[in-house]
């Protein structure tokens, strides 16, 4: 207990991080838990997420006529994102009937709906704002000014005449030892990249960052291109970036936000109808769902008045569709956005590192002289992505634009198309943004290797000095890599690195210490003598497999054979003679090499019920109390199977199952007793054969008393037979129980049709049965008898249903 506390009240225990790594561990620990924590995720994202949106927004909501969906528009009022018809997107309310005391289903689903409208408002404009202001480029000048001022001081501090002379002098000596060496095209274009580094120096130097932030700068002008080709494609011939940008918002707001936030609403979009479009506009700019009611109710819509005044779980459903594909939209703008804002980002920081070029670096021949010139061409690259990413996104929505007017009123499926469409938009931009990292790669060494004179022709493979084995997506190459990976793996499967870490096989493999102790565990148990090795007590523990599969082989073969009825029951038979039970049948009838699954199964099945029921007969002899309970279960089988609740394969098994317990049987009575001195005739066969004709429970009584040696039961029948004798003849009835009990079985499976068969097998065996109750005393109850067969008519349908279970057999 006090253990229990200690750990559980330990303060580090209970800190934000231990607490996350516990719950991921027990998450991760099943699949069932990765399954339901995904689920749950799924769930909160699509919907409760939405709800705590919506709610957060209703709680700050002004009483009066504005709607939960009118609070969240004054949070977002600030994105200033208007339609195609200068409404703001932050001003759109959803109407409909909110129900009341008399109506409590409306206010249900009307408060369901404004929670799903709160959420997806937000979502969607948040998207569309993302969008347009990741390529109005308004982010890039909150920090301008800041980066402005960072490369006049670094400037200030690298670029001096020291640091100039000093560069220019370690160049000029690159150029003495080419000329040395007899290099003299490498020497010329080292003097003149010295001489242009040294010209556009200081212009560059005098205001560092200038053509990347100014107003006029390459990220300005690619962002530009980019748009006015995006305009082209959308049929506006503005070149106004600003004005181009707030159309695409726009577009986005009509197609994402106005029509399907109508279809969602009023069924169908009502913008068709210039009064409708005027009166949703109107009342939407003023905030007020009842002015949109009042509007959209008088415009002569009756479909759409119906849909506000009836709000229905279809409005539900049609608003976590939208919930989904605007949750998508967002993801696009994210990426997008991302993508924008990091090219230019690194864009900032190549101008920041060509100060180091100008200044000093690429003066000097080698590494240094690269580094200033993939700065360069990375700062002239991010104009071509600007444009890349903007023409791109002005295909997106001059696609999406057209979808969507060909759909008119079909609204809903072209937002799912739409939403397939950003998905597989987010990819390709992820290809697109892979291809221009490339073709940076491939432009910067192309120029490294002109400054370093290299005049390599051919596929162009070569790498420029100081570039390196990494691309500009800083991955290390195949050929590379492979290498790389093939040494670590020699160095941990070495044999030496095992002995001197003292690890298992492969040290460096993670948990290599763990897997060690577990194998010296193991190797301490299997290596003790007489455990381990084909003598030792394991090995041993399973050689009666062997032995059990042998003697099924054996009984099989002398009856029916392998996947016969007969095979099966005489191989279970065997299988107990060494000592077998039931849970070793399985792998003892397929080790004698059954197959037939039905056969095997219907035979250990049947072998199994009739060993649990011969449990209950108490008789003295055991064989004899299997025998009556397989003659019962055949019988009940086959009574089962008149009436269609068993088939023929499960009688056939339970029949051959008796037959094996009649062979027991009469295995353990086998015979050979000689009565009279093998005379035909005399007082001790007689006698006999008078009791298996007419067996009375007085006459065995008498036998009995004899046997015991109470010489005055030698009366009678039994006058002048001694106590040796009268043992004899005991034991000579036994045997003619189990020899006429198991000829009486083998009539029967040679033809199942024939009812009375079974019968007279029944009459045999319950007299057996009754010799052996009479002998020990025991008196016959209800549930502990044998009941002989009467004089009943046999069962008309007995034959036909019995005719399939001797082909079983056979």
Request: charged content about 15%.
């Amino acid at each position: 207990m006090n253990i229990w506390s200690s750990d559980h009240l330990d303060p580090v225990r209970w800190q934000l991080p231990a607490v996350l790594r516990r719950c991921h561990a027990w998450v991760r620990a099943t699949r069932r838990r990765r399954w339901t924590a995904t689920v749950l995720v799924g769930v909160f994202v699509l919907f409760i997420c939405p709800g705590l949106l919506g709610t957060a927004a209703a709680a700050a909501a002004e009483s009066g006529t504005h709607s939960a969906g009118s609070s969240v528009g004054s949070a977002l009022g600030w994105t200033h994102v208007t339609d195609s018809s200068g409404v703001e997107a932050a001003s759109y309310v959803f109407a409909t009937d909110h129900g009341g005391v008399l109506n409590p289903g409306d206010t249900a689903i009307s408060l369901v709906l404004g929670l799903e409208f709160a959420g997806w408002k937000i979502i969607v404009i948040t998207a569309i704002w993302l969008i347009g202001y990741a390529l109005s480029f308004e982010w890039l000048n909150i920090f301008a000014k800041a980066l402005l001022g960072v490369a006049h001081s670094l400037t200030g501090q690298i670029a001096t005449p020291i640091m100039l002379v000093t560069a220019a002098t370690i160049g000029a000596l690159c150029v003495a030892w080419f000329v040395i060496r007899g290099f003299h095209a490498k020497a010329t274009m080292q003097a003149v990249t010295m001489l242009m580094v040294a010209l556009l120096g200081p212009v560059f130097l005098a205001e560092p960052l200038a053509d990347v932030l100014s107003s006029n700068g390459l990220l300005a002008q690619g962002r530009d291109l980019g748009i006015s080709v995006a305009a082209g494609l959308n049929g506006d011939n503005g070149v106004d970036p600003a004005k181009t940008v707030a159309s695409m918002q726009g577009t986005l707001t009509d197609n994402f936000a106005r029509r399907p936030l109508q279809v969602w609403n009023f069924g169908h979009v009502i913008d068709d109808q210039s009064a409708c479009r005027a009166a949703w506009s109107s009342g939407v700019a003023a905030r007020s769902e009842d002015r949109v009611k009042r509007g959209v109710g008088g415009c002569g819509d009756s479909a759409a008045k119906e849909s506000m005044d009836s709000p229905n779980f279809e409005q539900v459903g049609t608003g976590l569709l939208l919930l989904l594909a605007g949750s998508i939209l967002l993801i696009f703008g994210a990426v997008l956005a991302i993508k924008v804002m990091r090219a230019a980002l690194d864009t900032i920081y190549h101008g920041l590192m060509s100060i180091f070029g100008f200044a000093a670096g690429g003066f000097v021949y080698g590494p240094t002289q690269t580094f200033l010139i993939r700065n360069i061409v990375d700062g002239f690259v991010a104009a071509a992505r600007m444009t890349a990413y903007t023409i791109f996104l002005g295909v997106y929505v001059l696609i999406l634009r057209d979808l969507f007017t060909l759909a008119r009123d079909q609204v809903m499926v072209v937002f799912v198309i739409g939403a397939l469409v950003e998905i597989v938009a987010i990819f390709q931009l992820k290809r697109l943004s892979a291809g221009l990292d490339r073709g940076n790669e491939w432009i910067a060494n192309r120029f490294a290797l002109a400054a370093q004179g290299n005049t390599a022709r051919g596929s162009g493979g070569a790498t420029a000095l100081g570039m390196g084995s990494a691309g500009v997506g800083h991955s290390m190459p195949k050929k590379s890599l492979l290498p790389a990976l093939a040494a670590v793996s020699t160095v941990s499967n070495s044999p030496m690195t095992e002995w001197l870490w003292g690890r298992t096989r492969s040290p460096l493999r993670p948990f290599s210490r763990t897997e060690r102790a577990a194998q010296l565990g193991q190797w301490g148990f299997w290596g003790a003598p007489g455990v381990g090795g084909a003598e030792g007590f394991y090995a041993q523990s399973y050689m009666n497999r062997r032995m059990f599969a042998m003697a099924a082989t054996r009984a099989a073969n002398a009856a029916g054979g392998v996947d016969t009825v007969r095979g099966a029951a005489a191989a279970l038979q065997g299988l107990h003679d060494v000592g077998g039970k039931v849970p070793d049948a399985w792998a003892a009838l397929t080790g004698a090499g059954f197959t037939n699954e039905a056969v095997m199964f219907n035979a250990i099945r049947s072998w199994g019920i009739v060993e649990a029921n011969a449990s209950g007969w108490t008789l003295a002899d055991k064989h004899l109390g299997h025998v009556v309970a397989a003659v019962q279960r055949a019988q009940d089988s086959s009574l089962r199977l008149i009436s269609g609740d068993s088939d023929a394969e499960e009688v056939a098994a339970d029949l051959a199952t008796l037959q094996a317990a009649a062979f027991r049987y009469q295995r353990t009575n086998p015979g050979g007793v000689t009565l009279d001195g093998g005379a035909d005739t005399g007082p001790q066969r007689d006698f006999v054969t008078d009791y298996m004709a007419m067996p009375t429970e007085a006459k065995i009584k008498q036998l009995q008393q004899l046997t015991n040696g109470d010489l005055s039961a030698a009366t009678g029948t039994l006058s002048g037979i001694d106590q040796v004798d009268a043992a004899r003849m005991m034991q000579w009835i036994g045997n003619a129980h189990a020899r006429r009990t198991l000829n009486a079985v083998n009539h029967v499976l040679a033809n199942p049709a024939d009812p009375q068969q079974l019968r007279d097998a029944r009459r045999v065996i319950s007299a057996a049965t009754d010799t052996d109750q009479w002998a020990a005393g025991a008196k016959r109850t209800p549930s502990n008898s044998l009941a002989p067969p009467g004089n009943n008519p046999v069962r008309p349908d007995w034959q036909s249903a019995m005719a399939g279970v001797g082909g079983r057999l056979n």
